[in-house]
């Protein structure tokens, strides 16, 4: 069992940047592929960007490729997100989710295949 609490959320204007981080509980975060996904108001849950458990490999959505850069420290058991450039299509409630089971192979993309996730921070980009 892992606990996921994200921060770092806000409200900027086209072009800023923000940080967020997803700090995790226990002991065995570094056995989790983690990764971030976001849901805008009347949209379906997407992802956005993943990492694998030893931090080495990542894979990022075509829309967010190039602006956020994903992120983790496996001592402070913590996953972060980068996102510069930010696009009001940006805005959305952004969840990090901890992922035991998957192997590296396409799957990491899949929400289904994550057991855990945060409650999610609200972030908001102003044109």
């Known amino acids: 069992q892992v606990q996921l609490v994200e921060s770092g959320g806000g409200l900027v204007q086209a072009g800023g940047s923000l940080r967020l981080s997803c700090a995790a509980s226990?002991?065995?975060?570094?056995?989790?592929?983690m990764g971030w996904f976001r849901q805008a108001p009347e949209k379906e849950r997407e992802f956005v960007a993943a990492?694998?458990?030893?931090?080495?490999?990542?894979r990022y959505a075509d829309s967010v490729k190039g602006r956020f850069t994903i992120s983790r420290d496996n001592v402070k058991n913590t996953v972060y997100l980068q996102m510069s450039s930010l696009k009001p299509e940006d805005t959305a409630v952004y969840y990090c989710?901890?992922?035991?089971?998957?192997?590296?192979?396409?799957?990491?993309?899949?929400?289904?295949?994550?057991?855990?996730w945060g409650q999610g921070t609200q972030v908001t980009v102003s044109s």
């Open positions: 989710a901890a992922d035991p089971n998957t192997s590296w192979d396409g799957g990491e993309a899949e929400a289904g295949n994550y057991d855990y």
């Open positions: 226990g002991r065995t975060f570094s056995t989790y592929i």
């Open positions: 990492i694998s458990r030893a931090g080495i490999r990542k």
